[in-house]
């Protein structure tokens, strides 16, 4: 039905049809023309919205494969990671104890990490923030594999000279002792005899009368025999593997620079030489040029329970001898 529209006449005072042109046809069919390509357009972008094609379908499906892809990996991952971590405590504390390594730095373990700008860079170039994180994961732990293998390999070398550092390393007590009524102050915070003041002892006392036999722990070459001051004559012994034991305010040395000795060699006689309040042997163990506590080095001739009891003895916090 045709809109029709009236006007009133100013001179007639009479109602008269109003007569359209073609302008005015020509516009309104363009106005419903425009109107049914619009609702078109909206008719097709909500069936696009709801109803996706073939190809995006295929997309869609795609991302989800990859997704669940990732899921697994970045599951195994950490998987790998719980083995690596067990592997390394375990290589801290049982195998490089064992042969007396230090442990390895957590630094040299992780290696050193790539720029967090590389890791953002993946991530804007894959729009996925779970890909980004699984090679952070994987650069972490190719890095600890590669440590740990270096680890193992080391371990393997010093097991082949286990033998040779056995008979090396500072093992058993430089006195007689079996009695252990010899051992006069620890490795710790003691008195000073001349002073009166709290110092840190860096070895043990042995009272002996002055003539005593003072032994070499472990198979060493003499590196030092002479006067130390504070130390009285001194002998030192180097046995390799980072390890020197310290005798000291001896009465004399029985060795020479130089000279090789071997465990339970007799070396020097006790003495009261130096800043020393009466006869005894002050005795050190130095690992890689650093003072350590002896008493973890007589297992060759103490038994548990004597070991306990020495360790009762040592701990008392008296006034030492040197």
Do not use: C
């Not at 094609?53 to 899921?71: F, I, M, N, V, Y």
């Amino acid at each position: 039905m045709i809109d029709k529209k009236f006007h009133i006449n100013p001179k007639t005072l009479e109602l008269e049809q109003v007569e359209h042109g073609i302008a005015y046809w020509l516009r309104q069919s363009g106005l419903y023309i425009l109107g049914g390509i619009v609702l078109g357009i909206v008719f097709l972008f909500i069936f696009l919205l709801i109803f996706p094609s073939p190809r995006e379908k295929q997309l869609q499906q795609e991302k989800e494969a990859l997704h669940a892809q990732l899921e697994m990996l970045n599951r195994q991952v950490d998987q790998m990671q719980l083995v690596m971590t067990d592997l390394q405590q375990r290589d801290d504390n049982l195998y490089r104890v064992l042969f007396g390594a230090e442990p390895i730095p957590l630094s040299i373990r992780q290696g050193a990490q790539r720029k967090i700008s590389y890791y953002e860079q993946i991530a804007q170039m894959t729009n996925d923030q779970m890909a980004s994180s699984l090679s952070l994961k994987v650069d972490v732990l190719e890095k600890e594999l590669y440590v740990q293998t270096k680890s193992f390999d080391e371990i393997i070398e010093m097991a082949k000279t286990r033998e040779v550092r056995m008979e090396n390393i500072p093992a058993i007590q430089p006195v007689l002792n079996k009695d252990l009524k010899r051992v006069a102050s620890g490795y710790g915070v003691r008195i000073d005899p001349v002073y009166h003041v709290r110092k840190f002892h860096q070895g043990m006392d042995f009272t002996a009368p002055t003539g005593t036999e003072v032994f070499a722990t472990g198979n060493a070459k003499v590196i030092f025999t002479g006067w130390k001051q504070g130390y009285g004559n001194t002998v030192i012994l180097d046995h390799g593997f980072g390890y020197k034991t310290v005798y000291a305010h001896l009465y004399k040395s029985l060795v020479r620079k130089g000279q090789k000795v071997k465990r339970y060699d007799i070396i020097a006689l006790v003495g009261n030489t130096g800043k020393s309040t009466g006869p005894h042997l002050h005795y050190e163990v130095r690992l890689n040029e650093r003072a350590v506590d002896p008493r973890n080095y007589y297992f060759y001739d103490l038994s548990p329970e004597e070991y306990d009891q020495m360790i009762q003895l040592s701990n008392n916090f008296g006034q030492m001898l040197d």
